[in-house]
């Protein structure tokens, strides 16, 4: 770091007693961008608190002055935030007039899009560091503020990163996924969603309830042919839309905690495949897994409670940490390529899982499609309970097993962790629907009411007619969890292995789950690229969309070589894929 340049006091100021007096003769623009930063925010949002407070005490809070005050700050910490990205990542500060302190319509830049990706790195990046320089002395602030604005490159390039990577992830939507067909004409295997149907008995189920709005009073089994007859029978009925006698159910609010036969179907599940015992006053549906997942941090969490998360991780834990001003702390999972797998230090995990409030085990696991296995179960939990952890679990692969190890129920196999443990999971991925966002929790009964709580005010319900329809799903056979699923993509893994080691990759077989998370540091083509910019290159060159394995750590710069593919889509995407990938041999 340069040296450090004088701090003086304005003696023009009539305030030069007061620390926000200091002013910095000269430096890099990133040293002058933080401390505009923080007097920013010590201007405006703490001095328009201190307005507002000293009206609220001269019992005036009621008049317009108190609250314009009160209005004034929350306006100034919004700008404050937006300054916070737009002036370290562009060279621009927000100029707002006076006249625009007046109610929340603040207008944004048109280039909103772009600031939406950064702006969301660099406010969590620096605001509690700027928060807290703000309450230093001139001379600290000054050391702070230095320490501070040399992260700057390193947010940077962690937004250009995100930006990138966000560039991606939308290859999802239709649009962007016919933009990807018509400039590079490629093949996305970068999304971790089939692009399969659901069983047809579950869309029947879910067509009846939508059309009918109501439940099937049948004693009869729910089989293709009755629901097939049934729907068929509503289409050819004259449509009772206004008919004041009809009403509709399904299509309304559920309880929200999730419809009773809903939930009662999802405790027999568990029964039935598990052998486990769950009350359905103990299970919340959810708006997926990724909603299941957020509630139990926010009911076990409070700000500034440590979250463990192994990593390379899916990339939702961090963010939702983020949102409930929780502190993601990463185990980092190291690959073996002789012995085939991928290992955690204990003693890293030891330590990180002091004083922490949670860590979340998502077995098999994305990206890396590990399986943990009984041994590391058992000193996983053991070391849960005796630092009083609670566990979060991301299930939602858990029949995608191509081992002889199958999952393992915590609650069930290791019942003094019950209490300790919230198993998320949804119907997305097993039953290929992602789009129904259907999931569930199963919550020790301590925490129903707090998670459940949290939940209400966070979304209010899951879908009701996706609640009604999964209930088909869950009472399926069998013998389609646990001989169907575990098989359905294993040939497309294997068939995706072969071709990513022909290529030249480093390739560990994933033991569950349906992601190759690779090594691409030996391909000519892609020697000394960023993750990035190999990804695009394969995009654009090979015509194989994949995602950056550097968007899966939080900590490690393991993923400065790594790529992450999805052999979850349709067996004639993942031939031309591998059609495609044979390029990489020819130099």
Known sequence: MTESPPITKDTDDASSDNELAFRVEKDSDAYKQIYSMVEWYRDSYLVGTEYADRRTQEKKSNDSMGYDAIKFAEISNKIFNNNISYKSLFGKEIHPKPSEFTGMGYPFLTDYAEWYIKSTYARDLLKPTAMWIASKDGPMMHSAIQSMASTIPMMQETADSAMKSNALWILQDQEWKDWAKTQYNAVNLSQGFPNEPPPRKVRLALALSVLSGNVVDSKDEETEERLTQSLSRLLNEPDTSFDKTQTDVLNQYSPPMGRPD??????????????????????????????????????????????????????????????????????????????????????????????????????????????????????????????????????????????????????????????????????????????????????????????????????????????????????????????????????????????????????????????????????????????????????????????????????????????????????????????????????
């Open 262 to 587: 809903a939930r009662l179907a999802v405790s027999q599940y568990y029964q039935r495949l598990y052998d486990y015992d769950v009350s359905p006053d103990d299970i919340t549906l959810t708006v997926g897994a990724t909603e299941a997942c957020a509630t139990a941090f926010r009911t076990v969490g409070k700000p500034g409670d440590k979250i463990v998360i192994f990593e390379p991780f899916h990339e939702l834990y961090p963010s939702q940490c983020g949102i409930f001003y929780l502190d993601p702390v990463f185990v980092t999972l190291k690959p073996c390529y002789e012995e085939g797998t991928w290992n955690y230090d204990e003693d890293e995990l030891k330590y990180a899982i002091v004083g922490a409030k949670a860590l979340v085990l998502n077995t098999p696991h994305n990206p890396t499609g590990k399986v943990f296995h009984p041994d590391d179960l058992i000193k996983i939990i053991d070391l849960c309970i005796e630092n009083k952890v609670y566990i979060i679990t991301d299930e939602i692969y858990e029949h995608m097993y191509y081992t002889d190890v199958k999952h393992t129920l915590i609650p069930k196999a290791f019942p003094e962790a019950a209490p300790w443990t919230l198993v998320c999971n949804s119907i997305g991925k097993s039953a290929s629907a992602t789009g129904w966002r259907l999931g569930w929790c199963l919550h020790p009964p301590h925490l129903t009411n707090t998670y459940r709580g949290v939940h209400d005010q966070m979304v209010a319900m899951a879908p009701h007619p996706m609640q009604y329809a999964s209930i088909s799903y869950l009472n399926m056979p069998s013998e389609y969890f646990t001989e169907e699923l575990p098989v359905r993509y294993k040939h497309r893994i294997e068939m995706l292995v072969k071709a990513l080691k022909e290529a030249g990759f480093r390739v560990i077989k994933p033991d569950g789950a349906y992601y190759l998370f690779v090594d691409y540091s030996n391909i000519e083509q892609l020697k000394g690229l960023r993750p990035m910019d190999a990804a695009m290159y394969l995009m654009e060159k090979v015509g194989v969309a994949c995602v950056p394995g550097d968007n899966f750590y939080g900590k490690s710069l393991d993923g400065q070589h790594m790529l992450r593919f999805a052999a979850c889509r349709s067996m004639s995407d993942i031939e031309s894929a591998i059609e495609r990938l044979k390029a990489l041999n020819q130099k």
